[in-house]
C-alpha cells in the first residue's frame, strides 16, 4: 500500500473520529516524539527531503531546497521542528509566538468541514510563548524555520508594537526569519494593525530590532483576504517602502461564500480550498503592485502541485499548506514536489524561479 492510501485509509478515518483538537495534539505529540528519537528525523529527510536542483532557491541567504512550506498555526510551540522539516518542506512556519504564554478561546474552537475540504478555527494564539520556543528551537532542523510572531491578547494595539519587538529579541537567535502577524481574525482588533499607516510604524520597529540582533535576517509581513482592493493596495505598497523582505498572502478569511458543511455557522476563520481562488487573486494583485521586485508566499487553498504551481504562475515564489496535510497526510509535501517537477518540464521550464508570475504579467 502505498502513503496516500496508507493515511487515507487508515490514520485519517481514525483522526477524523476524533475531536479536531485532540486529532491535533494527538499528531502534534506522536511527531515530536518522532523528532526526539536519535537519527529517525535525519532518515526521514534522507527519504523525503531530497534536493531537487529545479526546485531550489537561494532566498534572504538561505538555500530553500523546495518552494513549498509549512504555514503557521500547526506548530504554534515548534515542538516538532525536526520532523516537519524532514517531510520534503522547503521551509517551516512555527507559531503564532506570543511573548507570554496564553490559553487562547474556550474549546471548541476548530472544526472540519470536510465536504468543503476546509476548516475554520478561532484559536485565538494558544501558545506556550517565547522563552519555550526558544528551547525547541535549538533542536536539529532539516531546512530554514521563520517564527510567525504576534501579541498578547491583552496587550492593547498601541502598545502591540513593544510585543512584537519581544519576540524578535527573545527568538532572533533561532530563527531563520520572523513572519509579522497582523491578520489573525480571532484577536480582537489586531487585523486593525494592518492598514498602511500603523502597519509601516509596527513594521519599522520589527525590522530595526531584527536588524540590531540579526543584521540581514529577513523580516516577511502576512496579510488578510479580507481587506478591500484600496487598503490591501496601501498595505502592499507601504511595506515594499519600509523595506519587508517579504509578504505572505493569505491568512484564513471571514468569508463564508459556497460553503456547503453545516459547521460554517462558526466563527473564525476559515482554510482550505474554499480560500483558493481568492489567494491566488490577490497574489496576482500584489506581484503586479510590487512590479514582482518583492518576494512573495502564497497561502490559501494549496492541496496540489497544480494548485502551488498555479499559485507561483501568479507571482509566489514560495507557497505554504496547512489544511491539506490534514485532509491529505504527511506524504503530501514529497508527493508535490515530485509532480511540481513533472508541471515545470511540461511547460519548458528548467527551474521553478522561470514561472514566477509568468500570469501576472
Ligand atoms: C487551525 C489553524 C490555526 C492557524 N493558526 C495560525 C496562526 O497561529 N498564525 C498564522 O499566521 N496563521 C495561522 N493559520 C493560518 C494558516 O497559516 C494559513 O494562512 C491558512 O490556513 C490558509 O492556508 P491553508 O488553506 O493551506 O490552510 C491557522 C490555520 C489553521 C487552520
Not at 184 to 209: C, D, H, I, M
Not at 261 to 290: C, F, K, M, N, V
Not at 334 to 346: D, T
Request: net charge positive; hydrophobic share 40%; proline share 7%.
Amino acid at each position: 500500500m502505498t502513503r496516500p492510501h496508507l493515511y487515507r485509509t487508515l490514520a485519517k478515518p481514525l483522526l477524523f473520529r476524533l475531536d479536531p483538537e485532540q486529532a491535533h495534539h494527538l499528531t502534534m505529540q506522536g511527531a515530536a516524539l518522532a523528532g526526539r528519537l536519535p537519527g529517525l528525523s535525519g532518515q526521514l529527510a534522507g527519504q523525503l527531503a531530497r534536493p531537487h536542483p529545479q526546485l531550489g532557491q537561494h532566498l534572504w541567504g538561505h538555500r530553500y531546497s523546495s518552494p513549498l512550506g509549512l504555514a503557521a498555526g500547526l506548530d504554534k510551540n515548534a515542538e516538532a521542528v525536526p520532523v516537519f522539516t524532514a517531510l520534503g518542506f522547503g521551509f517551516v512556519e512555527v507559531g503564532t509566538v506570543t511573548p507570554l504564554a496564553q490559553p487562547g478561546n474556550p474549546r471548541p474552537r476548530l472544526f472540519r468541514l470536510p465536504q468543503d475540504e476546509a476548516l475554520i478555527n478561532r484559536m485565538g494564539f494558544n501558545n506556550a510563548g517565547t522563552g519555550l520556543m526558544a528551547r525547541h528551537l535549538g533542536g536539529p532542523r532539516h531546512a530554514p524555520v521563520w517564527v510567525n510572531i504576534g501579541k498578547n491578547k491583552d496587550t492593547p494595539n498601541e502598545a502591540a508594537a513593544q510585543d512584537y519587538v519581544r519576540c524578535v529579541e527573545a527568538l532572533a537567535p533561532h530563527a531563520d526569519g520572523f513572519v509579522v502577524n497582523v491578520s489573525s481574525p480571532n484577536t480582537p482588533g489586531l487585523r486593525s494593525l494592518q492598514a498602511a499607516g500603523e502597519l509601516s510604524r509596527l513594521v519599522e520597529a520589527v525590522l530595526e530590532a531584527a536588524g540590531r540582533r540579526r543584521p540581514g535576517l529577513p523580516v516577511l509581513v502576512k496579510l488578510s483576504p479580507d481587506m478591500d482592493e484600496h487598503d490591501f493596495a496601501a498595505s502592499v505598497q507601504a511595506m515594499q517602502q519600509v523595506g519587508v523582505s517579504g509578504l505572505i498572502v493569505s491568512n484564513t478569511t471571514l468569508s463564508r461564500e459556497g460553503l456547503q458543511h453545516p459547521h460554517r455557522q462558526e466563527t473564525g476563520g476559515l482554510s482550505g480550498r474554499p480560500l483558493r481562488e481568492r489567494a491566488t487573486a490577490l497574489i496576482r494583485d500584489a506581484y503586479r503592485l510590487t512590479g514582482g521586485q518583492l518576494p512573495l508566499v502564497g497561502v490559501g487553498g494549496i492541496f496540489t502541485a497544480q494548485d502551488a504551481y498555479e499559485r507561483i504562475r501568479a507571482g509566489a515564489s514560495l507557497v505554504e499548506l496547512y489544511t491539506a496535510l490534514i485532509y491529505e497526510g504527511p506524504g503530501l509535501p514529497a508527493r508535490i514536489n515530485g509532480e511540481l517537477i513533472a508541471l515545470l518540464r511540461r511547460d519548458g521550464y528548467t527551474h521553478i524561479s522561470e514561472a514566477v508570475g509568468v500570469d501576472a504579467r
